[in-house]
Nanobody, 111 residues
Framework: QVRLVESGGGLVQAGRSLRLSCAAS????????MAWYRQAPGNQRELVAM???????NYADSVKGRFTISRDNAKNTIYLQMNSLKSEDTAVYYC?????WGQGTQVTVSP
């Protein structure tokens, strides 16, 4: 069993930054890929960024150049640094490691 706990969400003005964290506990395998997804009201959940144990990071086109995903393998934690936030980034952000989901953290960007 794996538990994923997100933190760092909140209300921020457009153009500002936030940093999300996701701590994983339980049975973690070295090959596990971790990712951030988000879901805005009325929309499907979408991939924001994905980071394998090493190399090959992927970003959604909408966040490239603004968001950075990173991981600390020793702490089983991933981060999402979000810069130049836009109102369209408003969503619940979820941490994911197959097949587990975190509970989500709300990010609200005001104009």
């Amino acid at each position: 069993q794996v538990r994923l706990v997100e933190s760092g969400g909140g209300l921020v003005q457009a153009g500002r930054s936030l940093r999300l964290s996701c701590a994983a506990s339980g049975t973690i395998y070295s090959r596990d890929t971790m990712a951030w997804y988000r879901q805005a009201p009325g929309n499907q959940r979408e991939l924001v960024a994905m980071i394998p144990r090493s190399g090959g990071i992927n970003y959604a086109d909408s966040v490239k150049g603004r968001f950075t995903i990173s991981r600390d393998n020793a702490k089983n934690t991933i981060y999402l640094q979000m810069n130049s936030l836009k109102s369209e980034d408003t969503a619940v952000y979820y941490c994911y490691m197959f097949p587990y989901w975190g509970q989500g953290t709300q990010v609200t960007v005001s104009p």
